[in-house]
């Protein structure tokens, strides 16, 4: 649909060939972005069912044997979709574009490799097993919500941002309710927020 307000017959005004331009643009950003669904359903899916599994298997809903199988699968397929979403929106980037996004990637893998290694020291320095749980859990989501908020604050990204403040509150949420309460408010809000953003966004983007 055209955005012209000129009559027919009339040449397009300067107005009209910028308001023209906006609109190419904003479609262009659309195609180029990441699918919402593939970044952010997977991972709350994921937590759903690998957090929400363990606590099921705490309470001796489910058995222990089957918590390492769905920790694992609710781990690979979230990371499998997102590097297939974002080497899809990546295929049409080229220069700084695709260098930032790059540098991001690399910002989420070294910022959980450092988590990895602290938290695994503290594990073998003998920190009993239920604050070690809210320690994975709380600084998890700490690295997770700082990024989101970086992200969103440097793409004027507002949605990712307010996923970025949930998903803070949601750290220190699954601390303060103790263990093994915390596996079950990783899995209804960590993983609902993911959800909700992801089928907000691909909703808001597809009317």
Known sequence: MSTSTHEPGEHPTAVDALAA????????????????????LPWGLGYLVGFGGVWLAIRGVLPDGVVPALLAVAAAVPAVSTGITLGRSNRG??????????????TWLLGFAALCAINLRLTALGVP??????????????????????GGALGNHGP???LGVWT???????????????????????GGGFVVLGVWMHVREHR
């Open 168 to 190: 803070l509150v949601t750290a220190v949420a699954t601390v303060l309710v103790g263990y093994p309460s915390n596996f079950l408010v990783l899995a209804l809000a960590g």
């Open 93 to 106: 980037l080229a220069g700084p574009s695709r260098r930032i996004r790059t540098l991001v990637g690399w």
């Open 160 to 162: 990712q941002y307010v």
């Open 21 to 40: 331009i906006d609109a190419q643009q904003d479609r262009t950003a659309r195609s180029l972005r990441p699918s919402p669904l593939g970044m952010f």
């Open 129 to 150: 097993g239920p604050t070690l749980s809210l320690i994975w859990s709380g600084s998890a989501l700490l690295v997770v919500g700082l990024l989101y908020l970086a």
